[in-house]
């Protein structure tokens, strides 16, 4: 419709006006050209996302020897790892993970959020000091808490009373004790997330609420609570993705004993370690699946209006 | 105070953005180093990379030391260093990326004795059978042995290692040479201080495999056959004999509550505290411990002994450690990188500045030299020759056996399940996979 | 449905600024109040003191035969209406006006009853199971009007709820909420800023300056004889003109001369504020409404008339706007600051005070002067207003 040029009113269909095919094959059609001016940047993102993945999936299905590439597997690699123990004991770990550390941080994140939204006197030095542990570099807050639950020299042992216990080389504490690692340190970061989303609700929101009766409780459930859903959505879905491919904390604390290989933690032991680069390809390219269908799982189940998009908009 | 707030958090992020940058800058500082090390060096052909990593590859570190040293004396073949991370892993992985490609950028490389069996296998290393006879008769054969694989010399001896007992002299009389002597000496003198009996490297990781093989190795086991080939492990009653040692420590409080995640410096630390009667650790502790440098509850309170065994054998245990020094195959000067090999494991200077130092030279004499006044090399000097010492096995999958040893030795020993037996057994399975 | 009663009702916030001083009002059964003021005047924030949503820090604060000073908004009983209108984008429009009564636990077909037949007066039906953010601006305003009407409260309060909307809706709102006020007679307290609703719209209109209510009264009382050159500066638009004069007895006659202007003071307007007369020889401040002035005919004597400058026209067709220059000198008092509440404006009138200022007068239509003209103009003497300079009381 729009790439008639000309001002005269529009030919019958079929009725070529003098110069009109020359003008068509010029012209770009706007459908083609948004194409166009948007093709570097998908470009840009398949190198830089794409490309990784689809290498390591092409990887996965070679069989080596150490570094050395013995020849086409196949599907070999993923026989032997999904029929084996290791991948589905860390598949586990790290959904207890997940679920767990979400669950704590989403909850301590929220109860931040509330506090932090609220004014009262040091309002910018709480929120300044409740960033400080998502501020620390992952790796030394875990090799922090690694020597304060260490039982030498004992410090959280020592200030609960507990004498030697064996928080890091024990089942399930050791599990337990990443989780609060992980828990203090990202609690913080659902805190911002939350408050980000606390503050576009306004006063008055909560206001009304209060003249039409509301107690603090129904404002939560019935206000803050749909209100925050986008927040809430986004913070849910950051930590779920993040936490199941933690690697940092298990790697320093435990070095992945006592029940706490993440599937990150054996995928780095088949990269790195070993190294097996076809296993470890298979083994990232499941985890890849594995944080990819929960995700899609996580969009479909909680955010699918929020993401397609609500059908009254 | 929303907009301040805001402002806070972005300065956050572009800090955080610029740690992360910090953190990766070894590769970038190590690439603008080129400049320095290579002009002056003025006459000369092309200089040569030695690639290593860890604190004594830092300015002013050992490695550099010696590097200054070497180019002191030969002004015309300069060497310089690229300094690798500190991991280990990490090292392993940057020479690994180069080599892999057959790149020329790195001619000497700083290779852990456990790294020699892949990268001779790979056809990484050139082959140093030609110069093997300047150095056989000058260098002990433990650490030479370290760098063979299948016979023949690939990394050249540089700075070996060798673990010790540790033990509290105003607690414990004589030092134990057997584990029941062990068991009832550090437990005794443990019980009437009020203190542990005894810390080690416990974790899940390298530093346990061979705790556990001086164990092994102790009760007249062994790993694999002289090839390689085939896993020695199940012969014998060895191997079980030495898990359910660690078993029984573990579960008796023989071991310190926090033995199984303890590394070197944990396991020090303790010690170092007065919180253990005996130790097994590394000879840079004994220098650490002194009261000197740090503080110390034991300083002038403790002596090294050999590592006992389950027979008491005359000169203990030991399974060695340190670095060689490989020759790059790829390289565009290996003639001139195996003339610094050379000297760097037979130069009485740099040995002795090893020595000094806590990296336990490889050259002999230093030790007959050096050992009558220093208690570590003394120490050292009879252990490194006595028939005691053991290697982890140059096999090219010595990591992947590693990987599969600390699985099942650390899961076994911290639990009462399944039986020693069977966990060797798996254990030789996994190993078997590995070498084939 | 209920009275509502101040009784030295004061806010004072906690760094000691006082919101709210001392106010004392009394709003009957079914009543409609607009409370009027110039920003920072303290009208919201009485009127949050009413809802509940601010603490009451002194007096005394009565819904019905209830103290509320110490109650919750829930317990008050009372809907308000906000300004932005404050309705739950997450909830259809028919949940938005019957939240308060699910909270409530009202019966759920009871609600439904109640919403749709708010809905029918709101002309809301067709909307109900939309989401705010799918509706005009007016529709919004109705949505928040209907929430409060469903709730069948004690009383409306309003804060501001039209001036979000565009003119023309403006003015249609502004007719329909007082009809269904009046039909619903619940007692309503309103806000607002805007002169023409507070004319309009209630049945009583309380004028507050920093916190301190001027005068309460029919919008027609206050306009004919404000209690003060606050009120009388304020309410009506175009304002009422101000200026400072001196009462002078000429042959007899009382008269009021400002620059060079001079008004003899009719005995209609002595009857309207008798105090004037022992203010001979002092200083007043005298007040002409734009509406009394007139172009005079021969027949006018000369006393009630003089000759001024056009300075600028404005022709609505109705009525004719004629700002004229006089070298009458302005009332430049703090009442006057507030009355114009408009710092810029006042600034301006400090400035050029040495040279007079401007009259707004407004004349039938006919033939407009031209701007720079000098024209006749009378006044009717009967509608002058005077006040004391200091104090600002009307000398009644």
């Known amino acids: 419709m729009a790439s008639s040029a000309s001002t005269a009113p529009a030919p019958p269909a079929g009725a070529v006006p003098p110069g009109g095919e020359r003008a068509k094959s010029r012209e770009i059609s706007v459908g083609a050209l948004a194409r166009l001016f948007v093709a570097p940047s998908i470009i840009t993102m398949a190198l830089v996302a794409l490309f990784p993945i689809l290498y390591a999936a092409y990887l996965s299905l070679f069989e080596y020897r150490g570094r050395q590439q013995q020849g086409f597997a196949g599907l070999d690699n993923y026989v032997d790892v999904l029929t084996g123990g290791r991948f589905w004991d860390a598949v586990i770990t790290t959904l207890i993970f997940t679920v767990a550390s979400v669950a704590f941080e989403f909850v301590i994140g929220m109860g931040f959020a509330l506090l932090m939204n609220q004014a009262f006197v040091g309002r910018g030095v709480t929120r300044a000091t409740i960033l400080i542990p998502w501020v620390i570099p992952t790796v030394i807050s875990a090799q922090m808490w690694f020597f304060m639950l260490n039982v030498n020299p004992g410090f959280i042992n020592n200030l609960l009373g507990l004498g030697g216990f064996n928080w890091l080389g024990s089942e399930p504490w050791a599990l337990v004790s990443i989780i609060l690692a992980d828990v203090w340190k990202t609690a913080p970061f659902v805190a911002l997330l939350l408050l980000a989303g606390l503050q576009t609700i306004p006063e008055d929101m909560y206001e009304a609420a209060r003249v039409d009766g509301a107690t603090a409780w129904q404002r939560f459930t019935r206000i803050t609570l749909p209100l925050l859903k986008p927040a809430i959505f986004v913070a849910l879905l950051f930590r779920t993705v993040d936490s199941l491919r933690i690697f940092d904390l298990p790697a320093v604390m435990t070095g992945g004993s006592n029940g706490t290989t993440t599937l990150s933690v054996l995928v780095q032991r088949f990269i790195v370690a070993e190294p097996n680069p076809g296993v470890g390809a298979t083994l990232s390219t499941l985890t890849f699946v594995v944080v990819l269908g929960i995700g899609v799982l996580f969009v479909g189940l909680i955010g699918r209006d929020l993401v397609i998009g609500d059908p009254e908009d | ?436 | 449905m209920a009275r509502i009663e101040f009784e030295d009702v004061t806010k004072r916030y906690p760094d000691g600024t006082v919101a709210v001083h001392d106010l004392n009002m009394s709003i009957a059964d079914g009543e409609f109040v607009i409370l009027v003021g110039p920003s920072g005047c303290g009208k919201s924030t009485a009127l949050r003191m009413v809802a509940g949503l601010e603490e009451i820090s002194g007096g005394k604060l009565t819904i019905g035969d209830r103290v509320v000073n110490d109650l919750t908004p829930k317990e008050r009983d009372i809907a308000m209406v906000f300004q932005s209108y404050a309705l739950y984008p997450h909830m259809s429009v028919a949940d938005n006006m019957g939240f308060a009564l699910k909270l409530a636990k009202v019966d759920k077909s009871e609600i439904n009853n109640r919403v749709k037949q708010a809905a029918d007066i709101l002309g809301l039906t067709e909307y109900l199971d939309r989401k705010p953010r799918a509706l005009s601006g007016g529709q919004r305003q109705r949505v928040a009007m209907g929430r409060a009407i469903v709730r069948q409260p004690q009383a409306f309060l309003m804060d501001e709820p039209l001036s979000n909307l565009d003119a023309k809706l403006r003015v249609q709102m502004r007719a329909e909420i007082a009809q269904i006020q009046n039909r619903l007679g619940v007692t309503t307290i309103y806000v607002t800023h805007d002169q023409v609703e507070a004319m309009t719209m209630g049945d009583r209109v309380a004028v507050l300056k920093k916190g301190e209510l001027q005068q309460v009264d029919s919008p027609q009382t206050l306009y004919d004889n404000p209690d003060n050159v606050f009120v009388a500066g304020f309410i009506g638009s175009p304002a009422m003109n101000l200026a400072e004069g001196r009462v002078e007895r000429v042959g007899g006659r009382l008269v009021v001369r400002a620059g060079s202007i001079a008004l003899g003071i009719p005995d209609g307007a002595v009857d309207r504020y008798p105090r004037v007369r022992d203010y001979e020889g002092r200083g007043v401040a005298v007040g002409m409404r734009p509406e009394h002035f007139y172009r005079p005919d021969g027949s006018v004597p000369p006393d009630q008339r003089f000759t001024v400058q056009v300075g600028l026209v404005e022709a609505l067709g109705s009525e004719l706007l004629v700002h004229v220059n006089t070298d009458a000198p302005p009332v430049l008092t703090e009442d006057t600051r507030q009355a114009i509440d408009d710092e810029a404006a006042f600034a301006e009138l400090e400035r050029s005070a040495a040279g007079g200022q401007s009259f707004t007068a407004r004349f039938d239509p006919g033939t407009p002067p031209r701007v720079n003209e000098q024209i006749e103009v009378a006044f009717r003497g009967d509608y002058l207003h005077f006040f004391d300079l200091e104090t600002g009381a009307a000398l009644r």
Not at chain 2, 86 to 98: F, K, S
């Open chain 2, 1 to 436: 105070m929303a907009r301040r707030f805001a402002r806070f958090t972005a300065v956050m992020a572009l800090a955080l953005v610029a740690a992360a940058c910090a953190g990766s800058s070894p590769e970038g500082s190590a690439g603008g180093g080129e400049g320095e090390g290579g002009g002056e060096g003025g006459g000369g052909g092309e200089e040569l990379v030695f690639a290593i990593g860890g604190a004594d590859a830092q300015p002013g570190g050992t490695h550099t030391q010696v590097v200054d040293l070497w180019n002191e004396q030969n002004p015309d073949k300069p060497v310089r260093i690229e300094v690798l991370p500190n991991e280990a892993d990490e090292q392993r992985n940057a020479q690994a990326l180069e080599l892999q490609a057959q790149g020329s950028n790195f001619d000497l490389l700083g290779v852990d004795v456990i790294w020699t069996g892949e990268y001779a296998v790979n056809g990484w290393l050139a082959s140093l059978e030609d110069v093997r006879g300047e150095v056989e008769d000058q260098v002990l054969e433990g650490p030479l042995e370290s760098g063979l694989f299948e016979g023949e010399l690939f990394a050249m001896p540089y700075n070996t290692n060798a673990g010790f007992l540790y033990y509290r002299t105003d607690l414990i009389d004589t030092a134990p040479t057997t584990w029941d002597e062990a068991r009832e000496i550090c437990g005794a003198a443990a019980e009437e201080a009020g203190i542990s009996a005894y810390v080690g490297q416990g974790s899940q990781y390298e530093g346990m495999v061979v705790n556990y093989l001086e164990y092994l190795y102790g009760a007249g086991g062994e790993l694999l056959s002289e090839d390689g080939s085939e896993v020695l492990l199940g012969e014998g009653d060895a191997a079980t004999t030495a898990l359910e040692f660690m078993r029984t420590a573990q579960a008796e409080g023989f071991y310190d509550p926090g033995f199984n995640t303890m590394t070197e410096e944990e396991a020090r630390g303790v010690f170092q505290s007065g919180g253990a009667a005996c130790m097994r650790n590394w000879p840079y502790a004994y220098t650490l411990m002194n009261g000197e440098e740090e503080e110390s509850a034991v300083a002038g309170n403790y002596d090294i002994a050999p590592i006992p065994t389950f027979t008491g054998t005359e000169g203990g245990t030991a399974v060695l450690g340190g670095f060689n020094i490989g020759v790059n195959a790829f390289s565009d000067n290996v003639e001139g990188a195996k003339e610094f090999v050379v000297w760097a494991a037979t130069n009485d200077e740099v040995q002795t500045l090893l020595g000094e130092r806590s990296l336990p030279p490889v050259k002999a004499s230093v030790y007959e030299e050096l050992g009558a006044e220093d208690p570590v090399l003394g120490q050292l000097g009879e252990i490194l020759t006595s028939d005691a010492i053991g290697v982890r096995p140059p096999v090219p999958a010595w990591s992947s056996i590693s990987e599969d040893m600390q699985e099942t030795i650390y899961s076994c020993y911290t639990s009462d399940s399944p039986p020693a037996e069977q966990c060797i057994s798996d254990l030789v399975t996994a190993i078997q996979e590995d070498v084939e």
